[in-house]
């Protein structure tokens, strides 16, 4: 696990200089190891936290002639199987590093050919010095980033965008198309970023750049697919909870690979849960690890604390304050490196800091809720259906205006919070709908909210899937898993020094379920129909039919208390109207709507106040300014 960056054109001392700085940004991703290279006009370097072949893995990495040259962010899970295909083609290995698996792979098959046969999560740059090209790569699902700019005949890449805000050649201007994506969805979905002339490498996607000319070609090599596995299925039920359980093990199994301790996030959750119990199957002393909270409606450490005794492992829990959240803060800029409207990354990181102080990998269960149709928006989607078959006279006369006269709650996920977003929704088309309910902002409030300036540079554009659900499948895969999810998990444990590995994510086990059809996964309005079937016996029924519970923290408490002060400053009329990206008025009105109780705005607020802070640390020349 590393932190990778790279200059490829312009002047050779610069481009020296710039990836010295660029690897300086990204130190807690790999505080192990550092290492440059310098040829034929590219710079390549790199942070080393190492986990495999602690003492051959140095980066760059050579072929034996020098010609072809790898940096690395990430694990390949399959890389013993391809380094004895490999050896067996002729090529001498040097280290048992799986970086070297790259070396050798793309000197046999080549950029494109090598990708498809990796299993991991990576991202990696690969200087061909006999082609005259840089080849860039990321995973399938887009576990590890990879940040890029074209500057005229230059490219940059770094694994995150404080590193190559580090090149002061870049303009920090914030993209409105990617602000307009923020206020609707709470993350920019790539492959845009927040920066204009800044993008990130789409997952499954491969970039080459020619050295001879500064010119470049993107290429998608994999897809997921969903619905293929609709038609009847000759299995019993019986037999598919077995394949269940022996993809899932298997992809376990390749995902404990290490040369240093591991352990295992533990929530209590399904997903969390059904990983750890492959972990115990698999033999060994499982560490597993989970966070308390202090307020009741927000913890589930009772019910990580029950799985662990149940599958024996070795369980430490951390007790979350409310000083310990808020004294973070003030830290979001850095920990974010992008806007990112999910509060959960400040938990997400103190569970991964007091991990690192006993292990350096933690696997954990995301993925599942996108896989398996876990979250209650999967539910609520069905249901809309049928609410919309109610006359619209009981609907609009009596069932919304009730709804809407519900008291605002402050706690986790309530009632009134609920069953408003769903009466708000329930009408609009799938798409819109989804955005309605997972989002902060819909498309009229943002054309409220925007400055005129920002609102007129904003285009919009959306793909549509067949099937209702499995296009409600696809955009959590595609939009809510990778820039919100994923991103989450990557920032918050390469904060802390420590990789997060998802094995619910293998190659194998989302080829697996991908191809379930719907019915395996939503089954009425029973949730992860056939990953709950198939783990009966090896959790506790208790834990296996509990609802899901969001991962997160009392914003709306704290914006009403301990934050409300901070949060008046941080969204004040004059700062939104010096900044002119908002129209103050529109802000005012949330804010005052939240304190006197009239409306649950912590959403939108959060939204607001995480990009605030994330522009005073970038943009505004803030004390975390790169």
């Known amino acids: 696990m590393c932190g990778i960056c790279g200059v490829a054109g312009g002047d050779a001392a610069p481009g020296r200089e710039l990836v010295q700085r660029m690897c300086a ?43 072809v040259w790898a940096v690395h962010n990430g694990e390949i899970y399959n890389h013993l199987e391809l380094h004895e295909v490999l050896g067996a083609a002729g090529h001498s290995f040097n280290t048992q590093s799986d970086t070297e698996v790259l070396v050798h792979g793309y000197e046999q098959w080549g950029g494109e050919g090598l990708v498809e046969r990796l299993n991991g999560m990576f991202a990696f740059a690969v200087l061909d010095r006999r082609s005259g090209t840089l080849f860039l790569a990321r995973d399938r699902m887009g576990i590890k980033p990879l940040h890029y700019a074209i500057d005229g005949k230059r490219l940059v890449f770094a694994s995150e965008l404080k590193a190559l805000l580090r090149d002061s050649a870049l303009r920090r201007e914030i993209d409105p198309v990617a602000l307009d994506q923020y206020l609707a969805y709470e993350f920019v979905p790539s492959p845009r970023s927040i920066i204009q002339g800044i993008k990130k490498l789409p997952p499954a996607h491969t970039l080459t750049w020619s050295l001879a000319d500064g010119t470049h070609r993107l290429r998608r090599y994999w897809s997921p697919e969903l619905g293929v596995g609709d038609e009847p299925r000759r299995r019993s039920l019986d037999e598919e909870c077995e394949e269940l359980r022996t993809v899932l093990r298997e992809s376990v199994r390749k995902e404990l690979i290490s040369d240093v301790p591991l352990g295992v996030f533990l929530s209590g959750g399904i997903d ?69 409207g999910d509060a959960s990354i400040i938990p997400t990181y103190l569970l991964s800091a007091f991990t690192r102080q006993h292990v350096k990998v933690a696997l954990g269960g995301d993925g599942g809720d996108e896989l398996f149709a876990g979250y209650p928006t999967l539910q609520a989607h069905r249901l809309a259906a049928y609410y919309l078959r109610a006359p619209r006279l009981l609907r609009e006369g009596l069932v919304e205006p009730v709804v809407r006269r519900l008291p605002v709650s402050r706690g986790n996920v309530s009632f009134d919070y609920r069953a408003k977003r769903f009466v708000s929704g329930a009408g609009y088309p799938v798409a819109e709908r989804h955005q309605r309910w997972m989002g902060s902002f819909n498309a009229q409030e943002r054309a409220l909210l925007l400055s005129r300036v920002v609102r007129h540079q904003v285009e919009d554009g959306e793909a549509v899937y067949a099937d209702p659900l499995n296009q409600v499948l696809m955009m959590d895969m595609r939009l809510y898993l990778e820039n919100d999810i994923l991103v989450k998990l990557d920032r918050a444990s390469m904060m802390a020094s420590l990789e997060g590995r998802v094995p619910l994510l293998n190659n194998d086990f989302v080829e697996y379920a991908t191809r379930l059809p719907l019915n395996m996964k939503l089954r009425g309005l029973r949730s992860k129909f056939l990953l709950r079937r198939a783990l009966r016996g090896l959790l506790p029924d208790a834990i296996l039919n509990r609802p899901k519970k969001g991962f997160g923290i009392p914003v709306a408490h704290w914006f009403r208390g301990p934050l409300k002060e901070q949060m008046l400053s941080v969204l004040s009329p004059e700062r939104i109207a010096r900044k002119g990206l908002f129209d103050p008025k529109v802000v005012a009105g949330l804010v005052a709507d939240h304190l006197d109780g009239r409306h649950d705005n912590r959403k939108q607020l959060w939204t607001l106040f995480a990009f605030e802070l994330w522009h005073d640390g970038y943009v505004s020349g803030g004390a975390t300014r790169p």
């Open 272 to 340: 969390s849960s059904a990983v750890t119990a492959m972990m115990t199957q698999l033999g060994g002393d499982v560490k597993s690890f989970s966070v308390g909270f202090a307020d009741r409606s927000f913890d589930e450490s009772s019910h990580a604390r029950q799985v662990a005794r149940h599958l024996g492992t070795e369980h430490r829990e951390l007790t979350l304050e409310p000083h310990m959240l808020l004294d973070l803060i003030p830290k979001l800029p850095t920990l974010l490196d992008e806007p990112l």
């Open 25 to 67: 940004a990204l130190v807690h991703r790999g505080p192990d190891d550092q290492g440059s290279l310098h040829v034929d006009g590219v710079t390549l370097g790199m942070r080393r936290l190492s986990i495999i072949d602690l003492e051959g893995g140095h980066q760059p990495m050579p072929n034996e002639a020098s010609t």
